[in-house]
């Protein structure tokens, strides 16, 4: 069965789909996911699956590269995390070209159990909507981690978040972009240590 008649054909994913995110809970859970669907060649065709090494796998890319340069995680927290994940992905190292190219990661994502939460999410949301990335607005490295993060860039991501609320608050930007950009922020924060709350009398966001 063909994804783009769960999804739309012109279905565009982001690094962060709320109809994943209310499902899975974890933010670093959702953006790995997101991450390996932005990936996942012909997404709203059907899904290919290819063998090698005697296993089946419909996706593969330097895993170092998607931790390390993507989303700015040690090795160990991607992995554990992807094991959370094994419902919707698998994975196993080796070497492309059956063994006479570079070292590669091949990944298995279940499409139906990933089809069947993008459903589930989109029904507890009450949404009857596409989500789709904001236009010229790429958020290019939404989860980057630094436990040696000064205060400074601490204050910044947490007036960025305040600019973010403020345009939300006019109308300039509805929930699901304010989403987009906000989760990974609090996340980058929540790394570093750094709780937040929404001050209900300011409407501003401060630290704990």
């Given at each position: ?128 909507t596409k989500v789709v990335q904001p236009e010229g607005k790429a958020y290019k490295k939404p989860y980057q981690s630094s436990k040696n993060s ?59």
């Amino acid at each position: 069965m063909k994804l783009k008649e769960y999804l739309g054909s012109e279905y565009t994913f982001t690094p962060y789909i709320p109809e994943i995110a209310v499902m899975l809970k974890d933010p670093l859970q959702t953006l790995i996911l997101c991450n390996l669907l932005n990936k996942l060649p012909d997404f709203n065709k059907e899904a290919k699956t290819m063998q090698v090494y005697g296993k089946s796998y419909n996706l593969k890319r330097n895993q170092s590269s998607i931790f390390g340069k993507e989303l700015g995680v040690p090795k160990t927290t991607f992995e554990d995390n992807l094991k959370l994940l094994s419902d919707y992905v698998s994975y196993f190292g080796g070497t492309d070209n059956n063994g006479s190219g570079y070292p590669t990661t091949f990944y298995l994502l279940n499409v139906e159990a990933i089809k069947k939460l993008f459903n589930e999410g989109k029904k507890l949301l009450g949404k009857n909507t596409k989500v789709v990335q904001p236009e010229g607005k790429a958020y290019k490295k939404p989860y980057q981690s630094s436990k040696n993060s000064s205060l400074a860039n601490i204050d910044n991501d947490l007036n960025r978040i305040n600019e973010l609320q403020a345009k939300r608050d006019r109308n300039e930007i509805d929930k699901n972009e304010f989403n987009y950009y906000f989760q990974p922020l609090k996340m980058k924060l929540g790394e570093n240590n750094v709780s937040i709350k929404l001050n209900k009398n300011t409407n501003l966001w401060e630290k704990n």
